[in-house]
């Protein structure tokens, strides 16, 4: 199954500092991206996307605190999360659109990643 890999997540203090991975698996390149995040009894929510020309856009609880890049290689998508608050805990996933040298891009969503801030 096609599937993006997200890891770095994990337990940090309030006001610390987390980088999640998106990793592409073999033979595919990740396109336009994002990441959402859903904590429990809340729906799941965008908390930001990269288009493939670089264009970023940030839900208003994150801006300037997370940045969404994607290295040259288009294996690899992050999400930097700084100055994190426990209301930033949830689990994130990596949604990307994804091609390989005999398939155009289509969306597939990660498993998810577990991020927990303690106040």
């Known amino acids: 199954q096609v599937q993006p890999v997200e890891s770095g997540g994990g337990l940090v203090q309030a006001g610390g500092s987390l980088r999640l991975s998106c990793e592409a698996p073999v033979d595919y390149y990740i396109h336009d991206m994002a990441w959402y995040r859903q904590a429990p009894g809340k729906q799941r929510e965008l908390v930001a996307s990269?288009?493939?020309?670089?264009?970023?856009t940030y839900a208003d609880s994150v801006k300037g605190r997370f940045t969404i890049s994607r290295d040259n290689s288009l294996k690899m998508g992050y999400l930097q999360m700084n100055n994190l608050k426990p209301e930033d805990t949830a689990v994130y996933y990596c949604?990307?659109?994804?091609?390989?040298?005999?398939?155009?891009?289509?969306?597939?969503w990660g498993q998810g990643t577990q991020v927990t801030v303690s106040s």
């Open positions: 990269l288009t493939n020309r670089g264009i970023s």
């Open positions: 949604n990307a659109d994804l091609s390989s040298y005999a398939y155009s891009p289509r969306n597939y």
